[in-house]
């Protein structure tokens, strides 16, 4: 029988929820454990606390999960045309998209995101960004 080492006991212990279940599948294959034998050993492993008595932090980098708040108000909020031609807003079938797009007269990206919309000429018009939610008003 194939031992898991130290190192990937603590990793899991530091885990939880789906995670750990995860992290037990994976170690059970590459050690070539049942997962009773695992839970076994993770449970006669000893822990070693952190001085505020939690598991220690995993060993990995967690700073892709820095996320910028998309509710914020970008810097500049005025329209920036584009030509309509160069895009397709044939995506919906349904007659009343088939009007809809009659409208559209214009194209013009995203001020948050920069996704192409296309617009009426009607001003002052409220957008909402289908991708990013972002609403702005545009007069011009």
Known sequence: MATVPQHELAALA???GYDQML???RL?????VDEATLRTMLQST???P???GNNPAPSWDTSHKDVPNLQQTPPS???TLVNKDQFRFEYDPTRE??????QVSQAILCSACGVALGIPDI?????TCPACLFEATYTD
């Not at 998209?97 to 009659?102: D, F, L, Q, V, Y």
């Not at 001003?123 to 957008?127: L, S």
Request: hydrophobic share 25%.
């Open 28 to 32: 059970c294959k590459t050690y070539g």
């Open 50 to 52: 952190t001085p505020a």
């Open 46 to 48: 000893p822990s070693s």
């Open 14 to 16: 530091a885990l939880s």
């Open 123 to 127: 001003r002052p018009i409220k957008v």
């Open 23 to 25: 992290e037990v599948d």
């Open 97 to 102: 998209a088939e009007e809809r797009r009659g």
């Open 77 to 79: 909020t005025a329209p």
